[in-house]
């Protein structure tokens, strides 16, 4: 699977993660869970993702299907997973999170 074929199916995620993210009464208040969920999904290791998902008491049924669906996800490119998260980070600055960013991303570059 290429990975422009991959990011172009990360699409819909990242559609939630802005209508959750920029809903004009949550523009403020971003949902940490939400977005620390996002990024482990995006970047981070399938037992970090496992570690952050036991958080919310979800079924084991959902655990596991978000599971496979990241081992899809871990079959891209790093440097094509890293374009999906600065297209994350760019709808967090868009949506007025900056201060999320750099709390949880200290160093992230995030220009003026």
Do not use: H
Request: net charge positive.
């Amino acid at each position: 699977m290429s990975g422009k074929l991959s990011t172009m199916r990360l699409s819909p995620c990242l559609l939630i993660i802005l209508a959750v993210c920029c809903y004009e009464t949550n523009a403020g208040n971003v949902c940490d869970a939400v977005l620390r969920e996002s990024a482990t999904f995006i970047l981070g290791s399938k037992e970090s993702l496992r570690k952050e998902l036991e958080q919310y008491s979800a079924p084991p049924e959902a655990v596991e299907a978000k599971l496979d669906v990241k081992q899809c996800v871990d079959q891209m490119r790093y440097g094509d997973r890293l374009k999906v998260a600065g297209v994350l980070v760019q709808i967090l600055l868009r949506c007025g999170v900056r201060g999320w960013l750099e709390k949880y991303f200290p160093g992230i570059p995030l220009g003026n």
